[in-house]
């Protein structure tokens, strides 16, 4: 165990919905990411926030979003759902950004139908 | 940006060999390469990172090298057993150097390591 957790653990929505993924951090830890993995993409990097500000950006869709609360859980929206959206959507979590080692949650699997 | 290829994407031994998985990157600010293990449907675990400023690192039966030079880095894992079976990952990042404490990892492709009885 990571001490990174996820909600929900599985997910199973239709094209065309919204849905939003929690993650909350190591105790101690300031820097939160996501990570997408499906198949044909592998491991990719979306999004970083350290202490409630963005830090870094991947390919992340702009029908997806994130941020990251004054408790420092964060949250990913994924809208407009589409068919290829569907993957293990991981979080990471780290004590500061750099070289920091980035610990991986459990993950959410999300199905579109 | 970052680009890291990952070599073989299959392999498969017998216990108590070794096995060796090696990566190229593209960009010479990346500084900081961790290696993570992945089982299915499981997240990925860390197994071990170097960073730039060291050319080798072991624990106990694995170990990472890095050539800053020819932009490549290889794990090593001695003594395979069956529970060493799963997807390895390797992963670069620059490390807030130019991003302003942004950690990116870009990872390969991954590598799925059999260990066979």
């Known amino acids: 165990d990571s001490g990174v957790t996820q909600t929900p653990k599985h997910l199973i929505t239709a094209t065309g919905q919204r849905v939003t993924l929690r993650c909350s951090p190591r105790?101690?830890?300031?820097?939160v990411y996501w990570y997408q993995q499906s198949l044909d993409q592998g491991l990719q990097f979306l999004i970083q926030?350290?202490?409630?500000?963005?830090?870094a950006k991947g390919n992340i869709l702009e029908r997806f979003s994130a941020q990251q609360f004054p408790d420092l859980h964060s949250e990913l929206n994924l809208s407009s759902l589409e068919l290829g959206d569907s993957a293990l959507y991981f979080c990471?979590?780290?004590?500061?950004?750099?070289?920091?080692?980035?610990?991986f949650g459990p993950g959410t699997r999300l199905t579109v139908l | 940006g970052e680009n890291v290829e990952q070599h073989p994407s299959t392999l498969s031994v017998q216990e108590g060999d070794s096995a060796v998985i090696k990566c190229t990157y593209s960009?010479?600010?990346?500084?900081?390469f961790p290696w993570y293990k992945q089982e299915l449907g499981k997240r990925p675990q860390l197994i071990i990172d170097i960073r730039s400023n060291v050319g080798e690192k072991k624990d106990q039966r694995i170990a990472v090298t890095l050539n800053k030079t020819a932009k490549h880095f290889s794990l090593h894992i001695t003594e395979t057993q069956p529970e060493d079976s799963a997807v390895y990952f390797c992963a670069a990042s620059t490390g807030g150097l130019l991003t302003g404490g942004g950690n990116k990892l870009t990872f390969g492709t991954g590598t799925q390591l059999k260990v066979e009885l």
């Open positions: 926030y350290y202490n409630g500000e963005e830090r």
């Open positions: 105790s101690g830890d300031l820097s």
């Open positions: 960009d010479s600010a990346s500084n900081y």
């Open positions: 990471a979590s780290s004590v500061g950004g750099y070289t920091d080692t980035q610990y």
